[in-house]
């Protein structure tokens, strides 16, 4: 495959504008590995790529290569793999680089999604047909809902991003894949959820910090996490970073949006509580509700 360079020449007084251009191709290796693909970015429909302004490290260009080099995390509903995009240096163009964590939501492999139900209620679906065939349970309506927790994460993603939530950069979706920022432990793997880490004590107060502004962000744009708890928390090293949001929960349109708001600040208020700083629930709930209305 070959990518052309675009040049002036030094002379300018050529009688053609075309003779002022002198295109240089260079030529791309087109052999794959097994564990490889052409980078998928320039494939995907507009509104699924990542928002601005747009982190340095996303690579964008059309040459880039797709290497999956392992698994991250399997679930019940959704696989995450750890994909690095790189291109090679390309005339003036340098390599560029970066680890991306691609979550893959299951269709057919995956009878039904546990969290549909509760989570999803006030959510509609566009189309008729799909709504039927999600209530049928066929094989489309399972492939339908992949999708539709997909597109729910992806816009939770780039919604909280822009509100300055602590959330990975969503870089973009195609399908029932979502790619998206790294999180690293800064020695090449990823970094550990928050409960698998034991804070010093002034690390515990920043890490609580965090959370609570990233709640209260959450709820001053009427909405709960949902499913928060310190599996769902990254700690890398003073900072975190929520993740597993595809059923972020309207707080007032959903019936059960105060229960879950309530949950999310049961679930984190104990963690911190049982690591020695002393966390009222009720009064972290009251304080988010005070960011909705």
């Not at 939530?165 to 790619?179: A, I, K, R």
Request: glycine share 6%.
């Amino acid at each position: 495959m070959s990518f052309p360079e675009y040049e002036l020449t030094d002379n300018y007084s050529d009688t053609d504008p075309a003779d002022a251009f002198v295109f240089k191709f260079h030529t791309v290796d087109e052999e794959l590995g097994p564990d490889q693909r052409w980078s998928t970015w320039l494939d995907v429909e507009r509104g699924s790529r990542g928002p601005d302004p747009r982190p340095d490290w996303v690579v964008t260009e059309q040459a880039a290569i797709d290497t999956e080099l392992g698994v991250l995390k399997t679930g019940k509903e959704a696989d995450v793999f750890l994909l690095e995009r790189a291109v090679e240096a390309i005339g003036d163009n340098p390599a560029k680089s970066s680890l991306l964590a691609a979550k893959r939501y299951r269709t057919e492999e995956h009878r039904s999604f546990h969290r549909s139900t509760a989570y999803v209620e006030g959510r509609r679906t566009r189309n008729s047909r799909d709504t039927r065939a999600m209530a049928k349970k066929t094989s489309h309506g399972r492939s339908v809902a992949a999708g539709q927790w997909a597109y729910a994460e992806w816009d939770a993603l780039n919604r909280l991003w822009k509100a300055g939530v602590p959330v990975p950069y969503p870089v973009q979706v195609d399908g029932t894949e979502l790619l998206m920022e790294f999180i690293d432990d800064g020695e090449g793997g990823a970094a550990p959820r928050l409960a698998q880490v034991r804070p010093s004590k002034e690390l515990l107060d920043l890490y609580f910090e965090q959370l609570r502004d990233g709640m209260r962000e959450l709820a001053r744009a009427g909405l709960a996490h949902g499913d928060l708890s310190p599996y769902n928390v990254l700690a890398q090293h003073d900072r975190i970073v929520m993740i597993d949001l595809p059923q972020v929960i309207d707080i007032v349109g959903n019936p059960k949006g105060m229960d879950f708001l309530l949950r999310d600040c049961h679930n984190m208020a104990a963690w911190f509580t049982n690591r020695g700083l002393e966390i009222d629930e009720q009064e972290l709930f009251a304080d988010l509700l005070t960011m909705v209305f």
